[in-house]
């Protein structure tokens, strides 16, 4: 079975640029979660999707946005970056809720 | 609402010698609690789950944590250190939210290894 794949894997942006993040769900994982990790600290959730629909929220502005496909993979869209939206962008699929997996991450830093 | 707190954010120990890396939970209800590790510029990955079946959870790489409900504690342990084994430690309880269930992380604790 394959396991998350995440791209890019580094990514560098302008301030007020806009930038898309993708993910492949590993296979039989119907629900893809994101998560944003500033340098040394935990990831902190951003949304959920189930079935092509956002399901949960975390405590992120509208320009965090989110698509997940038919195949159920997934997009996370950030528009008018800030600096401190630099950060490590971990997506990961689940099942049921109990079994997730990660993928490694996309590097995003805003200069 | 659901929330983690790891006791320390830094351990040292030598190789060969126990790790125990401490983690305290808050839940309303029974929890599910896991520990994920992430080695430097990697993703996370899963050490163990509790799910309210055996409360002593044996997971990969000899790691092993016990769930305590008397003291709100899922404690991560491993008998002797490797050197392999240095990275972030993260203690992660599951928190609903809407219709959905996402993962609130502890604020991590770093582990080294020395000779």
């Known amino acids: 079975e394959t396991g998350v794949t995440q791209s890019p894997t580094h990514l560098i942006k302008t301030r007020g640029q806009q930038v898309t993040l993708r993910c492949s769900s590993q296979?039989?994982?119907?629900?893809v979660s994101w998560y944003q990790q500033a340098l040394g600290q935990g990831p902190q959730f951003i949304f959920q999707?189930?079935?092509?629909?956002?399901?949960g929220r975390g405590n992120f502005p509208p320009r965090f946005s989110g698509l997940q496909f038919p195949n159920y993979s997934s997009e996370l869209n950030v528009n008018a970056l800030e600096l401190d939206d630099s950060a490590l962008y971990l997506c990961?699929?689940?099942?049921?809720?109990?079994?997730?997996?990660f993928g490694s991450g996309t590097r995003l830093t805003v200069v | 609402a659901q929330s983690v707190t790891q006791l320390d954010s830094h351990v040292s120990v030598s190789e060969g010698t126990p790790v125990l890396l401490r983690c305290n939970y808050s839940?309303?209800?029974?929890?599910?609690l896991f520990w994920y590790v992430q080695h430097p510029n990697k993703g996370l990955q899963l050490l163990l789950k509790?799910?309210?079946?055996?409360?002593l959870v044996k997971g990969i790489n000899g790691f092993e944590a016990e769930f305590k409900k008397s003291e709100t504690s899922f404690h991560l342990t491993k008998p002797s250190a490797h050197m392999s084994d240095a990275a972030e430690y993260f203690c992660v309880v599951t928190t609903n939210t809407g219709t959905a269930s996402k993962l609130t992380f502890g604020t991590g604790t770093r582990l080294q290894v020395t000779l």
């Open positions: 839940s309303s209800y029974s929890p599910s």
């Open positions: 990961a699929s689940s099942s049921s809720g109990y079994g997730y997996t």
């Open positions: 296979s039989g994982h119907n629900t």
């Open positions: 509790y799910t309210s079946a055996a409360t």
């Open positions: 999707y189930y079935r092509e629909e956002e399901n």
